[in-house]
């Protein structure tokens, strides 16, 4: 029997590093894949009131329609910087024809997606999705000692794409990968920020607009530090 349904965990960037952990020793990465879904975009994300749907539809879509056996990617980021579960890391990713390479010897790529639609005059890669895309090639490119050459676009591998976007301009990605430190963000730190400089810009802001971003800066340094 098919099985029609599949759920998947959804990790803060900090949780994610730390589920990581335990693969450095029986996983061995190659390279990271970069992808943008294209379909489904970041609008149909922030419409659905039942996220995990989203990433349901993109696993059947992978696993059923295409018969790739699980969804392609071993994570997949979303628009509010969170990371989702994908398919098991010890397996090889459907990334890309001739780029998947032989899980017999237990080397692969780490693939990931970026839900959105991020050719010019589409969407936008900003913001917390753009910082843990960023953060999260930094950190496999890290641990497991990719030299820049092995992080690539889906479209080097098959010209017939844009993916992950034709707005995403792969020389100012890695720049910001190269910039890009891990901070161990711990929550007494992240609260000690909040309660010392956001709480008091909070009162003093002038419109909505600014306390909502004041809002939704102090919930990032709670994702930071795992606290989200």
């Given at each position: 029997?098919?099985?029609?349904?599949k759920?998947?965990?959804?990790?803060?960037y900090?949780?994610?590093?730390?589920?990581l952990?335990?693969?450095?020793?029986?996983v061995?990465?190659s390279?990271?894949?970069?992808?943008?879904?294209?379909?489904?975009?970041?609008?149909d994300?922030?419409?659905?009131?039942?996220?995990?749907?989203?990433?349901?539809?993109?696993?059947?879509?992978?696993?059923?329609?295409q018969?790739?056996?699980?969804?392609?990617?071993?994570?997949?980021?979303?628009?509010?910087?969170?990371?989702?579960?994908?398919r098991?890391?010890?397996?090889?990713?459907?990334?890309?024809?001739?780029?998947?390479?032989?899980?017999?010897?237990?080397?692969?790529?780490?693939?990931?997606?970026m839900?959105?639609?991020?050719?010019v005059?589409?969407?936008?890669?900003?913001?917390?999705?753009l910082?843990?895309?960023?953060?999260?090639?930094?950190?496999?490119?890290?641990?497991?000692?990719?030299?820049?050459?092995?992080i690539?676009?889906?479209?080097?591998?098959n010209?017939g794409?844009?993916?992950?976007?034709?707005?995403?301009?792969k020389?100012?990605?890695?720049?910001?990968?190269r910039d890009?430190?891990?901070?161990?963000?711990?929550?007494?730190?992240?609260?000690?920020?909040?309660?010392?400089?956001?709480?008091?810009?909070?009162?003093?802001?002038a419109?909505?607009?600014?306390?909502?971003?004041?809002?939704?800066?102090?919930n990032?340094?709670?994702?930071?530090s795992?606290?989200?």
């Open positions: 029997m098919v099985v029609e349904r759920n998947f965990r959804r990790f803060t900090a949780e994610y590093v730390e589920y952990k335990p693969f450095r020793t029986n061995k990465f390279q990271v894949h970069v992808h943008g879904t294209w379909k489904p975009t970041i609008a994300y922030r419409r659905a009131t039942d996220k995990m749907k989203i990433i349901q539809a993109m696993w059947r879509f992978h696993a059923i329609t018969n790739w056996g699980d969804i392609a990617q071993h994570a997949t980021i979303d628009p509010d910087g969170y990371i989702w579960e994908g098991s890391l010890l397996i090889a990713p459907a990334s890309a024809v001739g780029f998947n390479n032989s899980d017999n010897d237990g080397i692969h790529p780490f693939m990931f997606e839900i959105g639609n991020f050719d005059g589409a969407e936008k890669l900003e913001g917390a999705q910082a843990t895309a960023v953060k999260l090639t930094s950190h496999i490119a890290k641990e497991w000692k990719l030299p820049e050459a092995q690539k676009f889906h479209r080097e591998m010209a794409k844009t993916c992950p976007g034709s707005s995403v301009n020389a100012s990605f890695l720049e910001l990968v890009w430190r891990d901070v161990d963000m711990n929550a007494v730190d992240a609260n000690k920020i909040i309660s010392t400089w956001l709480s008091p810009a909070w009162f003093a802001a419109s909505k607009a600014e306390r909502d971003e004041i809002h939704r800066l102090a990032e340094l709670r994702k930071a795992g606290q989200l």
